[in-house]
């Protein structure tokens, strides 16, 4: 019987995983989770002036069994949140989470001494890749979230960040 | 029919005559007033404040709707210092300026007063809420469990002893 | 050859199921979730279960200062903010006697009208992307991309804006936002020509939207329906004529009142506001006078015990803020009477009977935002 062949001269992995992070990358379909104030510039980073769809990720699937990435936009509530921890749970691997906005984050302004019916942070629930902060975060820091994520999974990003001349 | 703030006055007041004097123990927030009194709609937003019995709000609420007001809202406000509830209804109606507030104590330990749901069915989610607020119970509402909080809730969040 | 089936007649009760709609749904508007009892295509009972958006605004009321609670009030319906911030403003600003000079009424009704059209730009998206349709998202965000661009130069934000103060405003307008606000009305005309032609005439959205979902003037009345609910229903009623505030009294515009009561008649109502706003937003351009806008207010803000009320005509409907006062610097109680709360209300009894897409159809026309109805 022969010895086994060293394969790692005839099948090259590395590449392979580039390209699938590659094209996860750039077809990241969310799920359609507007929960508050957040869905709505959500929503406008998916309009025409800010357009997503240049990043592939227009594509909002309504199913978690379709969606890679959850864009957790709005406040988690206590009664909601065993709703949010299924619809993690039903996506399939691999995926991934942007909480966006304060609430997402952390539970926003709604935090106070007393407070009764917020999740601070949906990274309570489960784990969360990219943070997006604001009240609510503008569409552009959206995109800066997705251009963050992609380049999490592929370890480049796609446009260098701008910095303005000084 | 287009109501007149004379003809409303004159039928609630024979609603009006039964409550008894709010309690005066403690830091009294508001003076004591007569029944029905007339309000300065510049400063406060409505036409008339009428105070009736806890018993008597299906009954002012059957003369409202007679004149063709809509129910605006039920508001319920924790007097604890006072040992009481107050509960507070505000009509307002579609071809008249005409704004009628109607309102009401009932005691902290025994917060229960009768629906008016029979009369306007939009006071049914008013009143779970505010069963879901404060513990008020309004007899004869047909469904007060939690509503805008979780089903299992125990709790009266918006009640002066409450902590999380 | 047997008669054909009589599909308008449901069958036995115990045949039903029970279909869950939400509380994350596309059609759903937010987290709202809807207990759909339905004998096959028809729906016996659509219950509208709340609270997934709860957010505690009336707690909040009681742990904040009257000045703190601002931020909140941009937050209770989103699309519709600066409506919102006027009422809990207003209310103040009734029970100090605070002078507001007119330069910031004005400026007060432009934005607000601004914000008007906005969210009626985002109702109109959502409900066609209920319906099926896609593409009208692409043309009312585009629009309303140019309008919030004004917005942001004056108020610094692009949704919940927090405004208005007690007393005015917090900072002015300048000439470049008087400048885009006309050329802003003036490219916005057009364009709701364009959406009458392209959308409101087309065949399929008048088969989807005429007939369906009839509520009557006496059922709004009942459930206290308010705004294009109401006004779909044949009742002119507007907080802006009913209880004047502002300055509305000095500027002349119609009520949209259409009497069929269907889903049509709510959405015809939405398109002829927003020709109305624009009407309004023009007036008060032509009519703003100079001067401050701001006026004296008290350094410490305690209103004098009592409660009081504000009202507004919010894109939605009736708001009306309700403070209850100790004479403290923080409110004793805020309530908060929402318009998609009482408007969601007579959501059982007018779909009881139709089937699912008519269902859905209804509720995309009564133009709810969930945590205007959770708070």
Same mark, same amino acid.
């Given at each position: 019987?022969?010895?086994?062949?060293?394969?790692?001269?005839?099948?090259?992995?590395?590449?392979?995983?580039?390209?699938?992070?590659?094209?996860?990358?750039?077809?990241?379909?969310?799920?359609?989770?507007?929960?508050?104030?957040?869905?709505?510039?959500?929503?406008?980073?998916?309009?025409?002036?800010?357009?997503?769809?240049?990043?592939?990720?227009?594509?909002?699937?309504?199913?978690?069994?379709?969606?890679?990435?959850?864009?957790?936009?709005?406040?988690?509530?206590?009664?909601?949140?065993?709703?949010?921890?299924?619809?993690?749970?039903?996506?399939?691997?691999?995926?991934?989470?942007?909480?966006?906005?304060?609430?997402?984050?952390?539970?926003?302004?709604?935090?106070?001494?007393?407070?009764?019916?917020?999740?601070?942070?949906?990274?309570?629930?489960?784990?969360?890749?990219?943070?997006?902060?604001?009240?609510?975060?503008?569409?552009?820091?959206?995109?800066?979230?997705?251009?963050?994520?992609?380049?999490?999974?592929?370890?480049?990003?796609?446009?260098?960040?701008?910095?303005?001349?000084? | 029919?287009?109501?007149?703030?004379?003809?409303?006055?004159?039928?609630?007041?024979?609603?009006?005559?039964?409550?008894?004097?709010?309690?005066?123990?403690?830091?009294?927030?508001?003076?004591?007033?007569?029944?029905?009194?007339?309000?300065?709609?510049?400063?406060?937003?409505?036409?008339?404040?009428?105070?009736?019995?806890?018993?008597?709000?299906?009954?002012?609420?059957?003369?409202?709707?007679?004149?063709?007001?809509?129910?605006?809202?039920?508001?319920?406000?924790?007097?604890?210092?006072?040992?009481?509830?107050?509960?507070?209804?505000?009509?307002?109606?579609?071809?008249?300026?005409?704004?009628?507030?109607?309102?009401?104590?009932?005691?902290?330990?025994?917060?229960?007063?009768?629906?008016?749901?029979?009369?306007?069915?939009?006071?049914?989610?008013?009143?779970?809420?505010?069963?879901?607020?404060?513990?008020?119970?309004?007899?004869?509402?047909?469904?007060?469990?939690?509503?805008?909080?979780?089903?299992?809730?125990?709790?009266?969040?918006?009640?002066?002893?409450?902590?999380? | 050859?047997?008669?054909?089936?009589?599909?308008?007649?449901?069958?036995?009760?115990?045949?039903?199921?029970?279909?869950?709609?939400?509380?994350?749904?596309?059609?759903?508007?937010?987290?709202?979730?809807?207990?759909?009892?339905?004998?096959?295509?028809?729906?016996?009972?659509?219950?509208?279960?709340?609270?997934?958006?709860?957010?505690?605004?009336?707690?909040?009321?009681?742990?904040?200062?009257?000045?703190?609670?601002?931020?909140?009030?941009?937050?209770?319906?989103?699309?519709?903010?600066?409506?919102?911030?006027?009422?809990?403003?207003?209310?103040?600003?009734?029970?100090?006697?605070?002078?507001?000079?007119?330069?910031?009424?004005?400026?007060?009704?432009?934005?607000?009208?601004?914000?008007?059209?906005?969210?009626?730009?985002?109702?109109?998206?959502?409900?066609?992307?209920?319906?099926?349709?896609?593409?009208?998202?692409?043309?009312?965000?585009?629009?309303?991309?140019?309008?919030?661009?004004?917005?942001?130069?004056?108020? =610094?934000?692009?949704?919940?804006?927090?405004?208005?103060?007690?007393?005015?405003?917090?900072?002015?307008?300048?000439?470049?936002?008087?400048?885009?606000?006309?050329?802003?009305?003036?490219?916005?005309?057009?364009?709701?020509?364009?959406?009458?032609?392209?959308?409101?005439?087309?065949?399929?959205?008048?088969?989807?939207?005429?007939?369906?979902?009839?509520?009557?003037?006496?059922?709004?009345?009942?459930?206290?329906?308010?705004?294009?609910?109401?006004?779909?229903? =044949?009742?002119?009623?507007?907080?802006?004529?009913?209880?004047?505030?502002?300055?509305?009294?000095?500027?002349?515009?119609?009520?949209?009142?259409?009497?069929?009561?269907?889903?049509?008649?709510?959405?015809?109502?939405?398109?002829?506001?927003?020709?109305?706003?624009?009407?309004?937003?023009?007036?008060?351009?032509?009519?703003?006078?100079?001067?401050?806008?701001?006026?004296?207010?008290?350094?410490?803000?305690?209103?004098?015990?009592?409660?009081?009320?504000?009202?507004?005509?919010?894109?939605? =409907?009736?708001?009306?803020?309700?403070?209850?006062?100790?004479?403290?610097?923080?409110?004793?109680?805020?309530?908060?009477?929402?318009?998609?709360?009482?408007?969601?209300?007579?959501?059982?009894?007018?779909?009881?009977?139709?089937?699912?897409?008519?269902?859905?159809?209804?509720?995309?026309?009564?133009?709810?935002?969930?945590?205007?109805?959770?708070?």
């Amino acid at each position: 019987m022969e010895a086994p062949v060293d394969t790692s001269q005839i099948v090259q992995f590395a590449k392979l995983d580039e390209l699938l992070a590659l094209s996860r990358a750039n077809s990241l379909w969310p799920l359609t989770f507007g929960l508050a104030c957040c869905a709505i510039e959500m929503m406008a980073a998916g309009g025409p002036r800010f357009d997503i769809s240049r990043f592939g990720a227009e594509v909002f699937r309504p199913s978690p069994r379709q969606a890679d990435v959850m864009i957790v936009a709005g406040t988690i509530n206590k009664k909601m949140a065993p709703a949010v921890k299924t619809l993690y749970d039903q996506m399939l691997e691999p995926k991934w989470v942007i909480a966006l906005g304060n609430c997402a984050i952390s539970g926003g302004p709604f935090v106070f001494p007393g407070q009764y019916a917020v999740v601070e942070g949906v990274d309570k629930l489960f784990p969360v890749d990219v943070f997006v902060p604001g009240c609510p975060p503008r569409p552009e820091a959206l995109i800066e979230g997705i251009l963050a994520l992609e380049k999490k999974l592929t370890g480049k990003r796609r446009w260098p960040v701008v910095t303005p001349p000084q | 029919m287009i109501p007149s703030l004379e003809q409303l006055s004159a039928r609630l007041a024979d609603l009006a005559g039964a409550m008894p004097a709010t309690a005066t123990s403690g830091p009294a927030p508001v003076p004591p007033r007569s029944p029905v009194q007339p309000a300065d709609f510049a400063a406060k937003g409505y036409h008339l404040d009428v105070t009736v019995a806890p018993g008597a709000v299906d009954s002012a609420a059957g003369i409202l709707d007679q004149h063709g007001f809509a129910l605006d809202t039920i508001t319920g406000v924790d007097w604890i210092a006072q040992n009481e509830m107050e509960v507070i209804y505000d009509y307002f109606h579609a071809a008249s300026p005409l704004r009628i507030v109607i309102r009401t104590r009932v005691p902290r330990d025994h917060p229960e007063l009768p629906t008016i749901s029979a009369v306007f069915p939009g006071a049914n989610w008013h009143e779970r809420e505010a069963h879901d607020f404060f513990g008020l119970r309004f007899l004869g509402h047909p469904d007060l469990s939690p509503f805008l909080l979780p089903e299992d809730a125990t709790y009266h969040p918006l009640r002066k002893d409450f902590s999380a | 050859m047997t008669a054909p089936p009589d599909i308008a007649r449901p069958t036995k009760p115990q045949e039903t199921f029970v279909l869950n709609v939400g509380p994350q749904h596309p059609a759903a508007h937010g987290v709202l979730r809807i207990k759909m009892t339905m004998d096959g295509e028809f729906v016996t009972r659509a219950e509208p279960i709340l609270g997934y958006i709860h957010r505690m605004h009336e707690k909040m009321g009681e742990n904040r200062t009257w000045a703190q609670f601002l931020p909140n009030t941009g937050r209770i319906d989103y699309l519709s903010a600066l409506h919102y911030n006027h009422a809990f403003v207003g209310v103040v600003e009734r029970a100090l006697r605070i002078e507001v000079p007119p330069r910031a009424e004005f400026i007060r009704v432009i934005t607000s009208e601004l914000n008007r059209i906005s969210s009626h730009l985002v109702w109109w998206s959502a409900f066609l992307i209920d319906l099926g349709g896609m593409t009208p998202l692409l043309y009312a965000f585009d629009d309303r991309e140019k309008l919030l661009d004004l917005l942001e130069g004056v108020t =610094g934000s692009r949704l919940t804006y927090c405004y208005f103060r007690f007393g005015g405003l917090c900072n002015d307008i300048d000439d470049s936002f008087i400048a885009g606000a006309r050329a802003f009305v003036a490219q916005m005309r057009p364009r709701l020509k364009l959406y009458r032609d392209l959308v409101t005439d087309n065949i399929i959205l008048r088969k989807r939207l005429e007939g369906i979902g009839p509520i009557s003037a006496e059922m709004c009345r009942k459930y206290g329906a308010t705004g294009p609910v109401l006004r779909g229903s =044949g009742v002119a009623y507007d907080v802006r004529r009913a209880e004047p505030y502002s300055v509305y009294p000095e500027l002349a515009f119609e009520i949209p009142t259409y009497p069929a009561g269907d889903s049509m008649a709510r959405y015809l109502v939405h398109m002829a506001e927003m020709e109305q706003s624009l009407r309004i937003i023009a007036q008060a351009l032509d009519k703003l006078p100079a001067g401050p806008v701001m006026g004296k207010v008290p350094r410490v803000l305690r209103l004098p015990p009592g409660d009081y009320c504000f009202a507004v005509e919010a894109a939605r =409907g009736r708001f009306m803020v309700r403070v209850v006062s100790d004479n403290k610097d923080i409110p004793y109680r805020v309530k908060l009477r929402t318009p998609s709360f009482s408007n969601l209300s007579l959501y059982e009894e007018a779909s009881r009977g139709m089937i699912l897409p008519d269902v859905l159809a209804l509720l995309g026309s009564l133009d709810l935002v969930i945590p205007d109805i959770d708070r």
